[in-house]
């Protein structure tokens, strides 16, 4: 069954580095999404991206952070100067046009020391 | 704007008893309800999603989840619980702009 795949699954940054997350999404999906969860905190909504452009951000989504699709696979979010409070689990997801079932990938932990 | 409050940040059960997790929501639009189950170190899997077609829906695992408009719940349950049923469960609820607003999350724990 096809899956979101992130790597890495682990990431240690030291604060004010940048870092880059990366997601493959399904193969067949046109939505892509980035969520993260704070450590004992609910799941929150950062930024959709379709047809190569954000679609959607939140609040949380400041200029520090952005999106790109760099080639056919492949779905990045970029913090560019990590903080304390960026750590958190983050996920990536991705769905079809017609289709709102969003499906996750497994995460990336992100520590900032 | 959305929003999902899911009642009890922890539930326990005994194995074989009746599991129930509860989920409210708002939704200035039709909703698109979901429930997700996040195993320990490992991403969120769809459990059952409600589309505006049957009120009842099933979904893996023998779960299933009612919505009912009048009370603007979607609550979650499953008739016998299984010690691997251990997790935490998300209730959310698909925004107009099509991302998914999340509850709290209900950790379930399954005695033996």
């Known amino acids: 069954e096809p899956e979101v795949t992130q790597t890495p699954s682990h990431q240690v940054t030291q604060m004010g580095q940048e870092v880059i997350l990366r997601c493959v999404p399904i193969?067949?999906?046109?939505?892509f999404y980035w969520y993260r969860q704070i450590l004992g905190q609910k799941v929150e909504f950062l930024v959709s991206?379709?047809?190569?452009?954000?679609?959607?951000k939140s609040e949380i989504f400041d200029d520090q952070f952005s999106v790109e699709r760099p080639d056919g696979s492949n779905f990045t979010l970029k913090i560019r100067s990590t903080k304390l409070e960026d750590s958190a689990m983050y996920f990536c997801?991705?769905?079809?046009?017609?289709?709102?079932?969003?499906?996750f990938g497994p995460g990336t932990r992100l520590t900032v020391t | 704007a959305q929003s999902v409050t899911q009642l009890g940040s922890h539930v326990s059960v005994s194995e074989g008893a009746l599991v129930l997790l509860r989920c409210n929501y708002s939704?200035?639009?039709?909703?698109?309800l979901f429930w997700y189950v996040q195993y320990p170190n490992q991403g969120l899997q769809l459990l059952l999603k409600?589309?505006?077609?049957?009120?009842l829906v099933k979904g893996i695992n023998g779960f299933e989840a009612e919505f009912k408009k009048s009370e603007t719940s979607f609550h979650l349950t499953k008739p016998s619980a299984h010690m691997s049923d251990a997790a935490e469960y998300f209730c959310?609820?698909?925004?107009?702009?099509?991302?998914?607003?999340f509850g709290g999350g209900t950790r379930l724990m399954v005695k033996p």
């Open positions: 409600y589309t505006s077609a049957a009120t």
């Open positions: 939704s200035s639009v039709p909703p698109y």
């Open positions: 991206f379709y047809n190569n452009e954000i679609s959607e």
């Open positions: 959310a609820v698909r925004d107009a702009g099509n991302m998914l607003t």
């Open positions: 193969s067949n999906h046109l939505y």
């Open positions: 997801a991705s769905r079809t046009v017609t289709n709102y079932e969003q499906y």
